[in-house]
């Protein structure tokens, strides 16, 4: 198999396993007795799987991967929302701010807008992803924006 076969493969598996997190997200909270707007944690296993699939396609390519995509992301957000994962007193990595992110995006319904961001900002893109990254794949990128 080629390599960017290979790539191609693991790009729609995980894109498959997002979808079908989604859909279960979903079903969840449909089912749910609350009219309360549920924020997802760590502790739900779809929001979990979820945010794992997530965090391996922004993983996916990096440049540097021992800091994770927190130096990446940190670009598009919003200082006062950086602060606040800096100040979090259990999270003490990069990679754990960049998943400390993630699951705020997520709870602010805001990852949509992110990656508009990143299909905007390609310089910024490319300097934090190798080329074969699945962030750096508009056409692949794009499958979030129907989210």
């Not at 995980?14 to 549920?38: A, M």
């Not at 922004?58 to 540097?64: A, C």
């Not at 990446?72 to 957000?77: A, D, E, L, M, N």
Request: hydrophobic share 35%.
């Amino acid at each position: 198999m080629s390599r960017g076969g290979g790539t191609g493969t693991k790009k729609d598996v995980l894109l498959e396993l997002v979808s079908r997190d989604i859909k279960e997200l979903q079903r969840v909270h449909s089912e749910s007795k609350s009219s309360d707007v549920k924020a997802f944690t760590e502790a739900e296993e779809p929001a979990q799987l979820l945010c794992d699939h997530l965090d391996h396609i922004l993983m996916h390519g990096l440049r540097e991967f021992e800091d994770g995509y927190w130096p990446f992301v940190r670009h598009f957000t919003r200082n006062e929302l950086v602060q606040r994962i800096r100040q979090l007193k259990r999270v003490t990595t990069s990679v754990g701010r960049g998943r400390s992110w993630l699951y705020t995006a997520l709870n602010e319904q805001s990852v949509e807008s992110y990656i508009r961001m990143f299909a905007e900002n390609q310089d910024i893109v490319e300097g934090f992803y190798l080329r074969d990254a699945f962030i750096r794949d508009m056409e692949v990128c794009k499958w979030k924006l129907t989210m």
